[in-house]
């Protein structure tokens, strides 16, 4: 169960070294409102459900996370971007703002501030850290700044702006990473200890690394390193798969990287080459949602003894895992991860 020594496990995680207890996450939030008698529509806009979901599944699967990426709207609503989701669909972006110099210069007189669902993320955080204290880690979410102008402006509009629109990109870009700063920041001050990191608009599967180094690395970068100093662990997400992006993304500064479940641990454990922790990566369909528990079981324990046996490596789903994912498939995962580490 939550114990007190989880935040210097994952820190010994961080520094590369081999904690004295893995550290278990699973990206699991869909799963865990269903399985704790909610409804998606309830737990996004509600604190007191948000944090009695979290609550539950962490003493139920005995999670070492308290995990709220809740959903990529949260903060673009109060900007005027259209959101579209009801009861157990999660809300999406649409209706995007004009990519327009008036749109970007509205944005800039908007600045940031906290606003609908901004409040409940962080009164949950409250709730969640006042509960648990230091047993768990409570880690908050963010948008990068590339990604953050995706959501914005809309994801087509915005992967011809290196080619069509380089400044105006440039520019809000500038914006977002400024009000994403103070959005993580209001996170730390109210408990979060981790953020998790969202980039999955600038991964591989749809911008080169030319175009990564020129307009995403440097924000990012910069934007975690605020982060970090508040004291908050970065879990950096871009769902990210091909070699060469995961070689930029490991020389950037964020505490741990989080890999997509489409490249095998051990060649990411290779490419990043001891200079960044390692988050992952059981796929979340093929073995967690559709696998047996006998499945889950041997690739649970293939990772612990060929990646996480090595230190700079915390367990978890390489992406969020199906609303219906099996109980049992879940259970198994954590116990086998504590099993296989124990067994070493």
């Known amino acids: 169960m939550a114990y007190a020594g989880v935040m210097e ?68 609503e109060p900007l005027g971007v259209g959101v579209q989701g009801e009861g157990d669909i999660l809300p999406a972006t649409c209706k995007y703002l004009e990519p327009t110099t008036p749109s970007l210069d509205a944005l800039r007189e908007h600045g940031y501030r906290v606003e609908g669902r901004m409040q409940v993320l962080l009164d949950a955080i409250r709730i969640i850290k006042a509960y648990f204290g230091d047993t768990v880690c409570v880690t908050g979410r963010t948008a990068a700044p590339f990604s953050s102008a995706t959501l914005a402006f809309g994801m087509n509009e915005v992967l011809t702006m290196p080619f069509t ?113 390692l988050s992952g990566n059981v796929d979340p369909l093929a073995v967690l949602a559709r696998g047996t528990p006998d499945c889950v079981r041997r690739e649970v324990r293939r990772i612990v003894k060929n990646v996480s046996a090595h230190g700079g490596h915390v367990m978890n789903s390489g992406e969020m895992v199906p609303r219906e994912t099996p109980e049992e498939n879940v259970r198994v995962f954590v116990e086998s991860s504590r099993e296989a580490w124990r067994e070493l």
């Open 165 to 277: 629109q380089p400044d105006f990109l440039s520019e809000a870009i500038e914006f977002f990473e400024a009000y994403q700063t103070r959005f993580g920041l209001d996170q730390i001050e109210a408990g979060a200890d981790a953020l998790w990191f969202g980039d999955c608009s600038a991964s591989g599967h749809l911008v080169s690394p030319a175009i990564y180094r020129d307009f995403a690395m440097e924000p990012a970068r910069r934007t975690c390193e605020r982060y970090r100093d508040a004291g908050a662990v970065v879990f950096y997400h871009a769902s990210e798969e091909l070699p060469a992006m995961i070689d930029l993304q490991a020389s950037t500064g964020f505490s741990i990287l989080s890999v997509g479940p489409g490249i095998d641990i051990e060649e990411a454990r290779r490419v990043v080459d001891g200079r960044v922790c």
């Open 9 to 76: 496990n994952i820190r010994r995680a961080v520094a590369m070294k081999r904690p004295e207890r893995l550290p278990v996450f699973i990206c699991s939030e869909e799963m865990d409102v269903r399985v704790c008698g909610s409804r998606y529509d309830r737990y996004n806009s509600d604190s007191r459900e948000m944090s009695r979901v979290q609550i539950e599944a962490i003493e139920r699967f005995d999670y070492d996370w308290a995990w709220l990426q809740v959903d990529d709207c949260i903060e673009f």
